[in-house]
């Protein structure tokens, strides 16, 4: 790695990851370094590293060609399964949306339907989508990140899950609400895809629910 | 369920629990002071293939009175002594469920002493909590029928990941039984693909599914099958290779839930509980996150009637009692659903 700053502050210690935030040529940068997991095999650990550090970083460009607001990437270091990239000064939308008004809250959903909704266009799939993935600058964009578990997906299995695992994140963290914003949320995504489409995908999360164990709507399949 | 007033319960009140969930009939009794007294396990054992439902429960009904007799005598507990019968209400098996339903109503109606449906999956939490005393963890459930990853917040057991299609022990048991691994005196095949496990060497990659919070397994025990049919690789090793990839990503998956619930307690519970190599993972990521990890021991990782036991007392204790004609068994009864009054 090559001229960092000497200065390196730990921003947050993931289960994943460690973020850091540094300087990278005088813009402030953040580091994010997949740390070795001694818990299993080297030669498994290194694969799984290095595969989320390559996918995360093909993933970061192709969606701002899909025209998606993620962080710019400013190097790649495969050995240290590393990446450094823009520094997004801003709130993650879980604390956001705790705090805002009815009215913002739905304005905000509505742009991560339309984020989402625009990532699946192109057949991306983040794979991780929870409201501390999502950024929220001082303009009011949302910046998606974290896409280590993401891929280009073309089947609706992929697109079906993504939306499943927005779902159940909102359940659990924003308890309270998490219905109408995720009908918020699915009236942007609709915005983007169209009605034909989005039903499609959300029949599939509908399928892929039922699949999970002791689910009692699985019942009337039976 | 009846939400009535709380019970002040003394020290020589008897529980008798009921486990029918699956292939085990247990009956189990618990003292109020949380002392386990009898745990008695008759298992069912497939002549070929996985566990029949309908045979399950013949064998359920056949082994009952045996098994109801034997736990009585090893408490030395009369009938007329006892405070309550629990019974495992769901999630499971229809017919196995239904089979320990029966004898539960029976004892509770006759001996004129309160029923109380417990929830199978919370029992399995309980009674890691109880024998191992930790308070508030971050549970890793893993057995034949579930896989799931849950903590305690707002009231609920919350599931912060559990797998999208088939259960861990599912997944070894078909592979032990594709691979034509015999169980040994009831042992689950696990137990023999550890033991191959321990001699593999080469790790051979395998699908490693990740989802958010949740996993899948389905793909891996087809991979891991057509791996050993191929026959360009040992059965230790494939062995080794199922293992350290499934086990790694219910691990990626606890990890998860520890960093973002930042408890400092790990219980590892469920029939698989009890394998080694899984233990020592768990082990390392508890470390690593300055949690203590603790493990259900071995007569209780398995499906057993003291666990039932122990969390009728608990569910009764806040004044919960199941009246008869209210009690249907409940085939889906996910572990977010229950109430768990007696936690704070």
Sequence with gaps: MDKLDQ???????GAEANLYLTNWHGRPAVIKIRKQ????????????????????AQLLHQTKISGVTTPLIYMVNMPESSIIMEYIQGVQVKQYINKAQKIE?????????????KLHKENLIHGDLTTSNMILNEQGTIFLVDFGLGEKNTELEAKGVDLHLLKRALQSTHFTFWETSFNDILKGYRLVLGDKFTEKVYEKTREIEKRGRYIEERKKHL | MINAQKIVLSDDMYCLGIESTADD??????????????????SYIPVEGGIHPREAARHHAEVANKTLLQALTTAKIKPKDLTAIAFSMGPGLGPCLRTGATVARTLAAYLQIPLVGVNHSIAHIEIGKLETGVTDPVTLYASGGNTMVTAFESGRYRVFGETLDIALGNCLDVFGRQAGLKSQRGLPLGAAIEQQALRGKTLIRLPYVVKGMDLSLSGLVTSAVTQLQKGNHSLEDVCYSLQEHAFAMVTEVTERALAHTEKKEVLLTGGVAANNRLQEMLRIVSEEHGAKFNVVPKKFATDNGAMIAWTGFLAYSQGIVTPIDESYVKLRWRVDRADVPWIN
């Design chain 1, 7 to 13: 200065q390196t502050v730990l921003l947050k210690k």
């Design chain 1, 37 to 56: 997991k001694k818990y299993r095999p080297e030669a498994l650990d290194m694969q799984i590293r290095s595969h989320r550090t390559s996918h995360e």
């Design chain 1, 105 to 117: 809250r739905e304005k905000i959903c509505l742009q991560i339907g339309e984020l989402i909704g």
């Design chain 2, 25 to 42: 009939f247990g009956v189990g009794i618990a003292r109020s002071n949380g002392e386990i007294l009898a745990n008695a396990v008759e």
